[in-house]
Protein backbone atom coordinates (compact mmCIF):
# COMPACT_ATOMS: atom_id res chain seq x y z
CA UNK A 1 0.00 0.00 0.00
CA UNK A 2 1.60 3.78 -1.03
CA UNK A 3 -0.06 5.55 1.81
CA UNK A 4 0.90 4.51 5.33
CA UNK A 5 -0.73 6.24 8.66
CA UNK A 6 2.73 6.50 10.04
CA UNK A 7 1.98 9.27 13.18
CA UNK A 8 -0.80 11.19 14.97
CA UNK A 9 -1.89 13.57 18.22
CA UNK A 10 -1.28 11.70 21.54
CA UNK A 11 -2.98 13.74 24.54
CA UNK A 12 -2.30 13.40 28.31
CA UNK A 13 -5.75 14.35 30.16
CA UNK A 14 -4.21 14.72 33.04
CA UNK A 15 -1.63 17.03 32.07
CA UNK A 16 -4.32 19.65 31.30
CA UNK A 17 -5.43 20.08 34.97
CA UNK A 18 -8.74 20.70 33.94
CA UNK A 19 -9.70 16.94 33.64
CA UNK A 20 -8.19 14.66 36.38
CA UNK A 21 -8.53 11.19 37.88
CA UNK A 22 -12.19 9.96 37.70
CA UNK A 23 -12.64 12.48 35.20
CA UNK A 24 -10.37 12.08 32.83
CA UNK A 25 -12.13 10.05 30.35
CA UNK A 26 -11.51 6.25 29.60
CA UNK A 27 -10.43 5.78 25.70
CA UNK A 28 -12.80 3.76 24.20
CA UNK A 29 -13.61 3.72 20.56
CA UNK A 30 -12.22 6.67 19.96
CA UNK A 31 -8.23 8.49 19.71
CA UNK A 32 -6.38 10.65 21.17
CA UNK A 33 -6.39 13.32 19.27
CA UNK A 34 -10.24 12.86 19.10
CA UNK A 35 -10.36 12.99 22.96
CA UNK A 36 -8.26 16.32 22.55
CA UNK A 37 -10.69 17.86 20.48
CA UNK A 38 -13.24 17.55 22.67
CA UNK A 39 -11.21 19.06 25.16
CA UNK A 40 -11.12 21.78 23.09
CA UNK A 41 -14.69 22.03 22.76
CA UNK A 42 -15.03 21.69 26.25
CA UNK A 43 -12.75 24.22 27.21
CA UNK A 44 -14.54 26.89 25.38
CA UNK A 45 -17.73 26.13 26.93
CA UNK A 46 -16.67 24.88 30.57
CA UNK A 47 -18.56 21.79 30.43
CA UNK A 48 -16.29 19.49 31.89
CA UNK A 49 -18.68 17.90 33.82
CA UNK A 50 -20.65 16.43 30.56
CA UNK A 51 -24.34 18.48 31.60
CA UNK A 52 -25.77 17.43 28.52
CA UNK A 53 -26.82 14.05 27.35
CA UNK A 54 -26.73 14.58 23.89
CA UNK A 55 -23.29 15.37 23.57
CA UNK A 56 -21.98 13.10 26.50
CA UNK A 57 -19.51 10.70 24.53
CA UNK A 58 -16.75 11.59 22.09
CA UNK A 59 -18.71 10.50 19.14
CA UNK A 60 -21.87 12.76 20.06
CA UNK A 61 -20.17 15.35 21.23
CA UNK A 62 -17.82 15.50 17.58
CA UNK A 63 -20.83 14.94 15.64
CA UNK A 64 -22.41 17.82 17.64
CA UNK A 65 -19.57 20.50 16.68
CA UNK A 66 -19.32 19.09 13.06
CA UNK A 67 -22.93 20.32 13.05
CA UNK A 68 -21.99 23.75 14.55
CA UNK A 69 -19.09 23.84 11.95
CA UNK A 70 -17.08 24.82 14.77
CA UNK A 71 -14.07 23.87 13.06
CA UNK A 72 -11.51 24.94 15.21
CA UNK A 73 -11.71 22.52 17.47
CA UNK A 74 -10.66 19.93 15.08
CA UNK A 75 -7.57 21.66 14.12
CA UNK A 76 -5.88 20.18 17.23
CA UNK A 77 -5.72 16.47 16.20
CA UNK A 78 -3.34 16.05 13.64
CA UNK A 79 -2.08 12.46 11.50
CA UNK A 80 0.23 12.06 9.32
CA UNK A 81 0.97 9.55 6.25
CA UNK A 82 3.71 8.60 4.92
CA UNK A 83 3.20 7.96 0.61
CA UNK A 84 6.09 5.72 -1.04
CA UNK A 85 6.25 4.73 -4.60
CA UNK A 86 3.77 7.56 -5.44
CA UNK A 87 4.17 9.50 -8.92
CA UNK A 88 5.26 13.22 -8.90
CA UNK A 89 1.84 14.03 -10.93
CA UNK A 90 0.49 12.63 -7.92
CA UNK A 91 2.24 15.02 -5.10
CA UNK A 92 1.96 18.07 -7.39
CA UNK A 93 -1.47 17.11 -6.93
CA UNK A 94 -1.05 16.59 -3.08
CA UNK A 95 0.69 19.88 -2.47
CA UNK A 96 -2.05 22.05 -3.85
CA UNK A 97 -3.25 21.61 -0.50
CA UNK A 98 -1.95 24.14 1.62
CA UNK A 99 -2.94 23.54 4.92
CA UNK A 100 -0.45 20.44 4.75
CA UNK A 101 3.13 20.19 6.06
CA UNK A 102 5.33 17.91 3.13
CA UNK A 103 8.86 16.34 3.56
CA UNK A 104 9.90 14.96 -0.56
CA UNK A 105 12.51 13.01 -1.71
CA UNK A 106 14.74 15.40 -3.35
CA UNK A 107 15.55 14.94 -6.59
CA UNK A 108 18.69 17.06 -6.37
CA UNK A 109 20.23 14.33 -4.18
CA UNK A 110 18.82 10.80 -5.43
CA UNK A 111 19.15 10.07 -8.49
CA UNK A 112 17.29 7.63 -10.10
CA UNK A 113 18.27 4.13 -9.40
CA UNK A 114 19.08 1.53 -12.46
CA UNK A 115 15.94 -1.04 -12.52
CA UNK A 116 13.56 1.92 -11.47
CA UNK A 117 10.20 1.54 -12.87
CA UNK A 118 7.68 4.16 -13.29
CA UNK A 119 4.60 4.57 -11.70
CA UNK A 120 1.50 2.82 -13.12
CA UNK A 121 -1.86 5.05 -13.24
CA UNK A 122 -3.92 2.87 -12.07
CA UNK A 123 -6.14 3.05 -15.13
CA UNK A 124 -2.98 1.78 -17.73
CA UNK A 125 -3.78 -1.64 -18.89
CA UNK A 126 -0.96 -4.05 -19.76
CA UNK A 127 0.14 -2.71 -22.64
CA UNK A 128 -0.23 1.32 -21.66
CA UNK A 129 2.03 0.12 -18.74
CA UNK A 130 4.90 -1.24 -21.36
CA UNK A 131 4.33 1.77 -23.34
CA UNK A 132 5.28 3.76 -19.74
CA UNK A 133 7.84 1.95 -19.20
CA UNK A 134 9.85 2.34 -23.19
CA UNK A 135 9.25 6.08 -22.61
CA UNK A 136 10.63 6.16 -18.65
CA UNK A 137 13.59 3.78 -19.77
CA UNK A 138 14.62 6.14 -22.47
CA UNK A 139 13.77 9.73 -19.71
CA UNK A 140 16.44 7.78 -18.01
CA UNK A 141 18.91 7.45 -20.69
CA UNK A 142 18.40 10.80 -20.86
CA UNK A 143 19.18 11.76 -17.33
CA UNK A 144 22.46 9.66 -17.30
CA UNK A 145 23.61 11.22 -20.53
CA UNK A 146 22.94 14.80 -19.53
CA UNK A 147 24.08 14.31 -15.90
CA UNK A 148 27.56 12.75 -17.57
CA UNK A 149 27.77 15.69 -19.63
CA UNK A 150 27.10 18.04 -16.93
CA UNK A 151 29.71 16.46 -14.67
CA UNK A 152 32.14 16.60 -17.75
CA UNK A 153 31.83 20.35 -17.39
CA UNK A 154 33.04 20.37 -14.17
CA UNK A 155 29.22 21.08 -12.36
CA UNK A 156 29.83 19.90 -9.09
CA UNK A 157 27.15 16.84 -8.05
CA UNK A 158 23.67 18.52 -6.79
CA UNK A 159 23.97 21.22 -9.18
CA UNK A 160 24.23 18.63 -11.86
CA UNK A 161 21.70 16.64 -10.70
CA UNK A 162 18.70 19.66 -10.03
CA UNK A 163 19.71 20.12 -14.12
CA UNK A 164 19.72 16.56 -15.14
CA UNK A 165 16.21 15.91 -13.83
CA UNK A 166 14.30 17.79 -15.90
CA UNK A 167 14.26 15.24 -18.31
CA UNK A 168 12.21 13.13 -15.78
CA UNK A 169 8.68 12.22 -16.32
CA UNK A 170 5.79 12.68 -14.56
CA UNK A 171 5.88 9.02 -13.75
CA UNK A 172 8.90 9.35 -11.73
CA UNK A 173 8.51 7.14 -8.34
CA UNK A 174 9.01 9.56 -5.37
CA UNK A 175 7.99 9.05 -1.40
CA UNK A 176 6.82 12.15 0.35
CA UNK A 177 5.15 12.45 4.22
CA UNK A 178 1.96 14.69 4.58
CA UNK A 179 1.13 15.81 8.02
CA UNK A 180 -2.02 18.01 8.10
CA UNK A 181 -4.94 18.35 11.27
CA UNK A 182 -8.47 16.68 10.97
CA UNK A 183 -9.81 19.86 8.86
CA UNK A 184 -7.14 19.58 6.20
CA UNK A 185 -7.54 16.26 6.28
CA UNK A 186 -11.47 16.25 5.93
CA UNK A 187 -11.16 18.70 3.18
CA UNK A 188 -8.49 16.84 1.32
CA UNK A 189 -10.57 13.71 1.26
CA UNK A 190 -13.62 15.32 -0.06
CA UNK A 191 -12.25 16.65 -2.81
CA UNK A 192 -9.61 13.90 -3.94
CA UNK A 193 -12.15 10.86 -3.02
CA UNK A 194 -14.27 12.28 -5.48
CA UNK A 195 -15.30 11.05 -8.80
CA UNK A 196 -14.66 13.74 -10.34
CA UNK A 197 -10.31 13.71 -8.97
CA UNK A 198 -7.98 12.07 -10.80
CA UNK A 199 -8.31 8.38 -10.44
CA UNK A 200 -4.73 8.32 -8.93
CA UNK A 201 -4.91 10.29 -6.15
CA UNK A 202 -8.45 9.63 -5.60
CA UNK A 203 -7.27 5.83 -4.82
CA UNK A 204 -4.81 7.15 -2.71
CA UNK A 205 -7.12 9.17 -0.59
CA UNK A 206 -9.58 6.20 -0.03
CA UNK A 207 -7.07 4.22 0.86
CA UNK A 208 -5.83 6.62 3.02
CA UNK A 209 -9.06 7.83 4.23
CA UNK A 210 -9.71 4.09 5.26
CA UNK A 211 -6.59 4.27 7.53
CA UNK A 212 -7.57 7.57 9.09
CA UNK A 213 -11.32 6.90 9.56
CA UNK A 214 -9.86 3.36 11.76
CA UNK A 215 -7.57 5.60 13.84
CA UNK A 216 -10.19 8.57 14.31
CA UNK A 217 -13.74 7.63 13.66
CA UNK A 218 -15.62 9.83 14.90
CA UNK A 219 -13.85 12.14 13.17
CA UNK A 220 -14.75 10.90 9.91
CA UNK A 221 -18.18 9.14 10.66
CA UNK A 222 -19.94 11.22 8.75
CA UNK A 223 -17.45 9.68 5.37
CA UNK A 224 -18.05 6.77 3.60
CA UNK A 225 -16.49 5.18 0.79
CA UNK A 226 -18.78 3.98 -2.08
CA UNK A 227 -18.30 2.05 -5.46
CA UNK A 228 -18.04 3.62 -8.90
CA UNK A 229 -19.87 2.20 -11.90
CA UNK A 230 -15.68 1.63 -13.00
CA UNK A 231 -15.70 -0.62 -9.79
CA UNK A 232 -13.12 1.86 -8.07
CA UNK A 233 -13.95 3.68 -4.79
CA UNK A 234 -14.98 7.25 -3.92
CA UNK A 235 -15.31 9.16 -0.94
CA UNK A 236 -19.26 10.70 0.17
CA UNK A 237 -20.10 12.92 3.23
CA UNK A 238 -24.07 12.64 3.90
CA UNK A 239 -22.54 16.88 5.53
CA UNK A 240 -23.48 19.76 3.91
CA UNK A 241 -20.06 20.55 3.79
CA UNK A 242 -16.84 18.94 4.35
CA UNK A 243 -15.18 22.44 5.69
C1 LIG B 1 -11.27 17.60 -9.99
C2 LIG B 1 -10.19 18.65 -9.82
C3 LIG B 1 -9.70 19.30 -10.93
C4 LIG B 1 -8.72 20.29 -10.78
N1 LIG B 1 -8.22 20.91 -11.89
C5 LIG B 1 -7.27 21.86 -11.77
C6 LIG B 1 -6.71 22.53 -12.93
O1 LIG B 1 -7.07 22.24 -14.06
N2 LIG B 1 -5.77 23.47 -12.72
C7 LIG B 1 -5.35 23.84 -11.47
O2 LIG B 1 -4.50 24.73 -11.35
N3 LIG B 1 -5.83 23.21 -10.37
C8 LIG B 1 -6.76 22.25 -10.48
N4 LIG B 1 -7.25 21.62 -9.36
C9 LIG B 1 -6.70 22.00 -8.04
C10 LIG B 1 -7.69 22.91 -7.28
O3 LIG B 1 -7.93 24.10 -7.99
C11 LIG B 1 -7.11 23.24 -5.88
O4 LIG B 1 -5.94 24.02 -6.01
C12 LIG B 1 -6.78 22.03 -5.07
O5 LIG B 1 -7.81 21.09 -5.11
C13 LIG B 1 -6.49 22.44 -3.61
O6 LIG B 1 -7.71 22.62 -2.93
P1 LIG B 1 -8.23 24.00 -2.31
O7 LIG B 1 -8.17 25.09 -3.31
O8 LIG B 1 -9.56 23.71 -1.72
O9 LIG B 1 -7.15 24.44 -1.28
P2 LIG B 1 -6.49 23.92 0.07
O10 LIG B 1 -5.12 24.45 0.00
O11 LIG B 1 -6.68 22.45 0.28
O12 LIG B 1 -7.28 24.74 1.16
C14 LIG B 1 -8.48 24.30 1.76
C15 LIG B 1 -9.45 25.46 1.84
O13 LIG B 1 -8.84 26.53 2.57
C16 LIG B 1 -9.29 27.76 2.02
N5 LIG B 1 -8.13 28.49 1.48
C17 LIG B 1 -6.86 28.03 1.39
N6 LIG B 1 -6.06 28.97 0.91
C18 LIG B 1 -6.85 30.05 0.66
C19 LIG B 1 -6.60 31.33 0.16
N7 LIG B 1 -5.41 31.74 -0.25
N8 LIG B 1 -7.64 32.17 0.06
C20 LIG B 1 -8.88 31.83 0.45
N9 LIG B 1 -9.19 30.60 0.94
C21 LIG B 1 -8.18 29.73 1.05
C22 LIG B 1 -10.28 27.43 0.89
O14 LIG B 1 -11.58 27.41 1.45
C23 LIG B 1 -9.86 26.04 0.50
O15 LIG B 1 -10.90 25.28 -0.12
C24 LIG B 1 -8.22 20.62 -9.49
C25 LIG B 1 -8.72 19.93 -8.38
C26 LIG B 1 -9.69 18.97 -8.52
C27 LIG B 1 -10.19 18.23 -7.31
Known sequence: MPSKLIAWTDYDADATEFLT???AEIRDGHSAG???VEFAGRVCYGSFNKPNPATNTNAKYIANIKSLAHT???EHGTLTFLFTKVSRSLTHELIRHRHFSYSQLSQRFVVPKEGDEPVRHVTMDDEEFTMLMDAYAHAVVSYDR???HLTARGILAKKAKEVAREVLPNATPTNIVVTGNYIAWRHFF????SEHADAAIRKEAVEAFEQAAH???NVFADMVVYILEDGSKA???HLHRAY
Open 21 to 23: GAE
Open 34 to 36: EEL
Open 72 to 74: SVF
Open 146 to 148: LLA
Open 190 to 193: NVRG
Open 215 to 217: QSP
Open 235 to 237: IHT
